[in-house]
T-cell receptor, first 117, second 111 residues
Framework: GAVVSQHPSRVICKSGTSVKIECRSL??????MFWYRQFPKQSLMLMAT?????????EQGVEKDKFLINHASLTLSTLTVTSAHPEDSSFYIC?????????????FGPGTRLLVL | GEDVEQSLFLSVREGDSSVINCTYT??????LYWYKQEPGAGLQLLTY?????DMKQDQRLTVLLNKKDKHLSLRIADTQTGDSAIYFC???????????FGAGTRLFVKA
């Protein structure tokens, strides 16, 4: 099946710093990428949807200036958590869909665990 | 609005069959998915079914769809301890609409 990678898998940072998370589709062109946040023992919360070459669409309640998303190419999207605070600590998961992997099917990355001290 | 509901917890004995149920509200759903999430990992696509199908079987996995009742189920035959995970049901439709996920069912397999 289609493979999506994320880097880093785990990051610990100090409060006030910015953290960048990369999401790559390794064997298909991702026309659309999604960023989710997952709290312990809870479901996925969609943060934003990005299409290659255009601005991301953020879900209600998600601050676009705090969570910067760039989808610069058909295989790479980045999420930057700016001025991170302890409440931003969470598990961030990206997913991607596109051709020729499967059209509407989303393939997920392994997730990035962020801990802000 | 769209909604996907699942029971939160299921416990079975090793070797038994597991049945995880899901209901959805969007009658225009076209694609229905089952994802598996192991601790500390992302979501792994297990299987999916198109809305014009009633059943799909893939080795130990059987998906049943009752479109009239908007009910989807995942049956895992001969459940193993390695099947312990959270299983997410999801639905989507083409045209740029969001994929809607359920809250996940935590499957616990007792040896």
């Amino acid at each position: 099946g289609a493979v999506v990678s994320q880097h880093p898998s785990r990051v610990i940072c100090k409060s006030g710093t910015s953290v960048k998370i990369e999401c790559r589709s390794l064997d298909f062109q991702a026309t659309t990428m999604f960023w989710y946040r997952q709290f312990p023992k809870q479901s996925l919360m969609l943060m934003a949807t990005s299409n290659e070459g255009s601005k991301a669409t953020y879900e209600q309640g998600v601050e676009k200036d705090k969570f910067l998303i760039n989808h610069a190419s058909l295989t790479l999207s980045t999420l930057t958590v700016t001025s991170a605070h302890p409440e931003d600590s969470s598990f961030y998961i990206c997913s991607a869909k596109g051709q020729p992997s499967g059209g509407e099917t989303q393939y997920f990355g392994p997730g990035t665990r962020l801990l802000v001290l | 609005g769209e909604d996907v509901e699942q029971s939160l917890f299921l416990s079975v004995r090793e070797g038994d069959s597991s049945v995880i149920n899901c209901t959805y509200t969007d009658s225009s759903s076209t694609y229905l998915y089952w994802y598996k999430q192991e601790p500390g990992a992302g979501l792994q696509l297990l299987t999916y079914i198109f809305s014009n199908m009633d059943m799909k079987q893939d080795q130990r996995l059987t998906v049943l769809l009752n479109k009239k009742d908007k009910h989807l189920s995942l049956r895992i035959a001969d459940t193993q301890t390695g099947d312990s995970a959270i299983y997410f049901c999801a639905e989507s439709r083409p045209g740029g609409f969001k994929t809607i996920f359920g809250a996940g069912t935590r499957l616990f397999v007792k040896a």
